[in-house]
């Protein structure tokens, strides 16, 4: 088994594009990393993001990867190759399972504020790290309906999901 290449990311810097038939294991150790698709119409929508303590990949399959992966801000990051992801990573992938699992269901019936304080309590510590338009875009709303989210939700300390 080979070890983790640790890599530097530059902010911007794409680490992985769609289409790839190669997708690898990213463990942020510094930074933060996104994962996300851009639609028939050029509109990004935003899968997961992964700060410092989280992993991100995509497809870890015999199949192209559908994801770009890129860093939002300089990150450090340890690379493992695909071969060696799911044994090696079996609690990281679990505590992925249950955040993207957790994500589809809130998408499919829950309010937009509800999703905010989801995500809040899911990212607590990258909420001043992202920029507006990505929380909208990882939410499934517009900027707008983001703004007017947050203005309802001040006041509101606590979460209103169970």
Known sequence: MQEPKHIHIKKGSIIEVAGELNPKLYEV???LLRSYTIDKKGKE???LFAPEGWFIADNIYDSPSELFIDAIEDSEVCVTEKGE???DHLDKFSKRL???QRRITMLMSASAIERYD???ETYPKIVQRVPQRMIASY???TP???SK???QNKGNSSSTIS
């Open 85 to 87: 992801l799911i044994s």
């Open 118 to 120: 989801h995500f809040i």
């Open 98 to 100: 249950s955040v993207l």
């Open 139 to 141: 939410l499934g709303i």
């Open 144 to 146: 707008e309906a983001l």
């Open 45 to 47: 929508h935003i899968y």
């Open 149 to 151: 989210v947050k203005s």
């Open 29 to 31: 150790k510094r930074g």
